[in-house]
């Protein structure tokens, strides 16, 4: 009578892996993954190329050239940047998923000084500027959410979502509207040359500057108080008002700061790959740092592994596209499973199976 | 019973992954224009030319094919190049990068076919040029195109080019072929004389768009005095609901006839469920709209992809800004839709048609229509300092003003009378 209601299948907590074992699990993932998409191109793929030689064309397709590295690393910067920015709102449990406006709130703020102030100001001094326009108008667009989750308990994640297409909304206007170029196009002038982010090693130098992120957001996050803070409301608001902790405050805090680097890649977007504005200035990167972010633990150092991951397989598969012709939806296809399995793992990391043994009482072992 | 179930969903499973195995084989062969191995055949037909040459060429698309509209008209155009140089012994590669926007990642594209070996890169779309320009300094080697769009002529770049065709060539003769329909109507008394307008869903209040529903205007105020019309921007290139919520608010203002300067066909479908008629661009829309599409206009690209990948082949520079029209066939128009166009539609539009390509007749004759009441006696036609005004070169001389004259980019933008524009803000 007991038995019959044993489910076939049972999940129960599981604690203290050891490390070696968890990373069994995610390179086990991985792998999967790639047999899935590998059957997905069998399928995708013109007559006589095998998946093998695909995964091949992706891997050469994004590290076989100079160029290709360096279109590689333009992309990561801003998914790493990005990445780095929300992980201490994510650490408070405090789920920002409005890095995508607050890119392009920076964005627009770097835009207005690479337009309107070129000659009235040295133009190294201009770009500092730029950047630090960028990173106060993320802040304060990431703020808002912030004062009213603490003021009034507002649901963060739907205000930081709606605060996008705001945003987005407002650079639409600004490129059929005061800063459209040639009338009727729709489109934002290019900045001058003067103001684009100078290249270092052929890429844009955003990637030196959220290389340094990396290791400030490291410290900030683990030797500091205010990274202390963030880690206790974490673990539970009601201890940290126990212990005398403003969690508006902090709350407040730690959003402008998420903000702001979050603008900071807005400028370095504008200013580095783009040279100019529009509304796509932000282009997912806002929603795939999330991912990016997961799948590091918040740990800043493994957030420049896995974005270069990502960065490699959508330049491969950019290259997949254009070598054999598939549609590109395909190369969005293979990242999505990969991703899928990767975070899905951690499922079992966390939890195990037991399935109903017949006969037997269950749970006798395990 | 179980098990013979899960045998047949395992096999029909098995024999849907064949089908689409096969499907999509023989999808990314038509994609790739020629490949290398039809070399062999050309040999065994025992072409007189000897060895058959090779090119790879990029293309970068703001769309992809099933847009039925602009991109598919450029793909037409390289259907239709690469079987004429397939005749003259040249094989074409094709690559192609789809529904690339106009921001940077139209830059990333370039160069990724840059990488790849093309020695030609066709960016189809107004705003691609500004990225591609990012490029192609990087490749002095390869010719970049940028077509409808205008900065090579000034630029100090040798291998970029622009293209565009004479458009308003073909716009004013669907004018005249609706200006007909229209006359057609007053005379059987269907409509007053007042009651004949026009409707145009338009884009933006670009140059392009400006240009070509002035054009269009011209044309059927030839045959048919009293019309006039309203236009509608849409505030986007390719957004199917609103060129249809535009079309059906002119119906509702008393448009009679629609026409469009929009990426899809949804203008034509609304006027025929409206009960007005109706002239097309791009592509022919009679299909969709049998009762109420008459017309059509296109730019046949093939013209152009011809010339250049020939040029390019065999080692020769090309135009920096080309422009041709009906003369050269870079301008065709779709069939006219018999079964609903007045009675002499055709005979009138040859005769037009070849007023235009002897160049007896200059579609913005200034003796045709008046700006605020009076002829226009000047407009500049270039914009040499950047501030997206006209400062340059005298457009109007010779009683005419001259379009598509001194750079292939369209640049008439002037508001003439007789046309209501509805919401300039776009």
């Known amino acids: ?366 | 019973m179980k098990k013979v179930l899960a045998l047949l969903l395992a096999l029909s499973m098995a024999l849907a992954l064949v089908a689409c195995g096969g499907n999509s084989g023989g999808n990314s062969s038509s994609n790739s224009g020629g490949q290398t191995n039809n070399g062999g055949q050309t040999d065994d037909g025992g072409s007189s030319e000897g060895e058959t040459k090779h090119i790879k060429v990029g293309m970068v698309c703001i769309g992809d094919e099933n847009d039925q509209g602009y991109t598919y008209n450029f793909m037409r155009g390289v259907e239709g190049a690469t079987e004429d140089l397939k005749a003259k012994g040249i094989e074409v590669e094709w690559v192609f990068k789809y529904n690339i926007l106009e921001n940077s990642g139209c830059e990333d594209a370039n160069i990724e076919l840059a990488e790849d070996g093309c020695q030609l890169i066709i960016d189809n779309s107004f705003g691609h040029e500004e990225f591609m320009l990012k490029v192609a300094p990087d490749y002095p080697d390869i010719q970049f195109v940028a077509c409808t769009n205008q900065a090579s002529w000034g630029d100090d770049l040798p291998n970029t080019h622009n293209a565009f065709a004479n458009i308003y060539e073909g716009r004013y003769l669907a004018g005249v072929a609706a200006g007909m329909k229209l006359q057609q109507m007053i005379d059987d008394g269907e409509i007053t004389a007042d009651q004949a307008v026009i409707g145009y869903v338009g884009a933006y209040s670009f140059a392009e768009v400006i240009s070509g529903f002035t054009s269009y205007f011209l044309g059927a105020r030839s045959v048919c005095p009293s019309v006039t019309m309203k236009v509608q921007f849409v505030g986007s290139w390719s957004d199917a609901t609103e060129e249809a919520n535009a079309a059906s608010a002119l119906c509702d203002m008393g448009c009679v006839l629609i026409s469009q300067h929009s990426d899809n066909t949804t203008p034509a479908t609304t006027a025929q469920s409206k009960g007005a008629f109706h002239t097309g661009y791009n592509n022919d829309m009679t299909g969709v709209a049998p009762e109420a599409s008459i017309i059509g206009t296109r730019i046949d690209w093939s013209v152009y992809f011809t010339h250049i990948i020939e040029c390019v082949v065999n080692g020769e520079e090309f135009e920096q800004d080309w422009c041709k029209g009906l003369a050269d066939g870079a301008v065709v128009l779709t069939p006219l839709n018999e079964a609903i166009a007045a009675p002499g539609t055709a005979e009138k539009l040859e005769e037009v048609e070849a007023a235009i390509k002897s160049g007896e007749l200059n579609v913005f004759d200034t003796s045709t229509f008046t700006v605020d009441g009076a002829e226009l006696t000047q407009a500049f036609a270039l914009d040499t300092d950047g501030d997206y005004a006209a400062d340059s070169e005298e457009a109007v001389f010779d009683g005419a003003f001259h379009e598509s004259y001194f750079q292939s980019a369209p640049y008439f933008t002037i508001e003439i009378d007789g046309i209501e524009w509805l919401n300039s803000e776009y």
């Open chain 1, 1 to 366: 009578m007991y038995e019959q209601k044993v489910p076939l299948v049972r999940l129960a907590k599981r604690d203290g892996m050891p490390g070696w074992q968890a990373w069994c699990i995610r390179l086990a993932s991985i792998l999967v993954a790639l047999i899935l998409g590998g059957l997905v191109m069998m399928i995708a793929l013109p007559d006589g190329s095998n998946p093998v030689a695909a995964y091949g064309t992706i891997i050469t397709g994004a590290l076989g050239t100079k160029t290709a590295i360096r279109q590689t690393v333009k992309i990561a910067v801003p998914l790493l940047g990005c990445a780095l920015a929300i992980a201490p709102c994510f650490k408070m449990r405090f789920w920002n998923i409005g890095a995508e406006g607050q890119i392009t709130a920076g964005a627009i703020a770097a835009s207005y000084f690479a337009l309107y102030w070129v000659g009235r100001v040295p133009s190294v001094l201009l770009i500092v500027i730029m950047g630090l326009a960028g990173a106060i108008a993320g802040g304060l667009w990431a703020l808002i959410p912030a004062f009213f989750k603490a003021k009034w308990n507002t649901n963060e994640t739907l205000f930081t979502l709606m605060m996008n297409y705001i945003i987005i909304g407002v650079v639409r206007w600004l490129q059929g509207g005061p800063w459209e170029g040639r009338p009727g196009s729709q489109i934002i002038p290019n900045f001058d040359q003067s103001v684009w982010l100078p290249k270092v090693l052929g890429v844009h130098c955003g990637w030196i500057i959220v290389l340094v992120l990396v290791v400030v957001m490291h410290i900030y996050m683990n030797h500091t108080k205010q990274g202390y803070e963030i880690a206790v409301i974490g673990d539970s608001v009601n201890t940290a008002r126990y212990a005398g902790m403003n969690v508006g405050r902090i709350m407040m805090r730690t959003m402008f700061i998420s903000g702001a680097i979050s603008g900071l890649v807005g400028f370095i977007v504008a200013a580095g790959a783009n040279n100019t504005l529009y509304d796509g200035v932000a282009n997912g990167v806002g929603f795939t740092s999330i991912t990016v972010a997961w799948l590091s633990q918040l740990n800043a150092f493994a957030m420049v592994a896995i974005s270069l991951m990502l960065a490699v397989l959508s330049k491969g598969a950019d290259t997949l596209q254009t070598k054999l012709q598939v549609p590109a939806s395909i190369s969005d296809i293979i990242t999505g499973i990969l991703l899928f399995c990767m975070l899905g793992c951690e499922f079992f990391i966390n939890y195990r199976l037991i399935f109903r043994k017949q006969g037997h009482k269950e749970g006798a072992k395990s």
